[in-house]
């Protein structure tokens, strides 16, 4: 795993540990299993209500109920549960900054409005991401933003006992 050192504005310098692709693409397949949910639970909801009573504002409610809340699944929930995601939160990573503070609304946002483009052409952002040091895909490097690890790394010298001298 590579480490990103951030300095912050008070010349304190923080080591993480870049969130490796593996734990990226887990979270992201947890994420669309959360979508995935949301939308079966309204097909059901729709099998039990009857469709042929629908009109044209059934159908606009349907699109704005159904469509909306996936498209900014991303964006709300990195703003609301501090940078991470169901699938980021379940993996142990987070969002932030490049030099250490809190992603802002508009780095958030620029994440969100680049992320697309990052799958759609042929997955894209996964070849940046490991051609980049950072981790960062191209959403992350308009933002200023990168995914870290926040999982405990713990070395074999952490688990064993060490002999005490008598003195």
């Known amino acids: 795993m590579s480490n990103i050192r951030i300095e912050t504005a008070?010349?304190?310098?923080?080591?993480?540990?870049?969130a490796g692709i593996g734990d990226r693409l887990v979270a992201w397949l947890i994420d669309g299993l959360v979508k995935m949910a949301w939308y079966v639970f309204w097909l059901m909801l729709l099998f039990i209500l009857e469709p042929q009573h629908?009109?044209?504002?059934?159908?606009?409610?349907?699109?704005?109920?159904?469509?909306?809340?996936?498209?900014?699944?991303?964006?709300?929930?990195?703003?609301?549960?501090?940078?991470?995601?169901?699938?980021?939160?379940?993996?142990?990573?987070?969002?932030?900054?490049?030099?250490?503070?809190?992603?802002?609304?508009?780095?958030?946002?620029?994440?969100?409005?680049?992320?697309?483009?990052?799958?759609?052409?042929?997955?894209?952002?996964?070849?940046?991401?490991?051609?980049?040091?950072?981790?960062?895909?191209i959403g992350d490097l308009a933002g200023g933003t990168t995914v870290v690890s926040l999982k405990q790394r713990t070395r074999l010298s952490d688990t064993l006992l060490t002999e005490v001298r008598d003195t």
């Open 54 to 137: 629908w009109d044209d504002t059934s159908v606009y409610m349907y699109l704005i109920l159904v469509q909306l809340p996936p498209s900014f699944y991303h964006l709300a929930s990195e703003l609301l549960m501090d940078g991470k995601s169901v699938g980021k939160n379940v993996m142990k990573m987070k969002v932030v900054r490049l030099d250490g503070g809190q992603p802002t609304l508009g780095q958030y946002l620029l994440r969100w409005l680049i992320g697309p483009f990052d799958v759609w052409f042929y997955g894209i952002g996964l070849v940046v991401i490991l051609i980049n040091g950072k981790g960062q895909r």
């Open 10 to 18: 008070q010349n304190v310098v923080i080591h993480h540990e870049v």
